[in-house]
Nanobody, 127 residues
Framework: QVQLVESGGGLVQAGGSLRLSCAASGRTFSTYHAGWFRQAPGKEREFVSAISWSGDNTYYGDSVKGRFTISRDNAKNTVHLEMNDLKPEDTAVYYC????????????????????WGQGTQVTVSS
């Protein structure tokens, strides 16, 4: 189990960029796969992106492919989500999550595999 804290959310105009950060506690974070999810008002939580413990494998939801980039720095116990060309439909609370499950990425039920979650950070994109 690890503790996760998101930061970097805020208000940005459509077409702009924002960089989210997830700070993790614990010496074993480098052994966890990590992911980003988001939830907009009235909608279910949605998968955004995931990255393997080594950083060698990444996954993206269809709605963000080509616009968002996930990365991690295990030496600093951080995961980042670089968001470019933001659209109003990207508005949501963004959550960082971690898991040791092998089902963290390439499957449609990946959300249930994540064991640890941050409290979220609000991203609002204005038109």
């Amino acid at each position: 189990q690890v503790q996760l804290v998101e930061s970097g959310g805020g208000l940005v105009q459509a077409g702009g960029s924002l960089r989210l950060s997830c700070a993790a506690s614990g010496r074993t974070f480098s052994t966890y796969h990590a992911g980003w999810f988001r939830q907009a008002p009235g909608k279910e939580r949605e998968f955004v992106s995931a990255i393997s413990w080594s950083g060698d494998n990444t996954y993206y939801g269809d709605s963000v492919k080509g616009r968002f980039t996930i990365s991690r720095d295990n030496a600093k116990n951080t995961v980042h989500l670089e968001m470019n060309d933001l659209k109003p439909e990207d508005t949501a609370v963004y959550y960082c999550a971690a898991t040791r499950s092998p089902y963290y990425g390439d499957n449609d039920d990946r959300m249930v595999a994540y064991s640890d979650w941050g409290q979220g950070t609000q991203v609002t994109v204005s038109s």
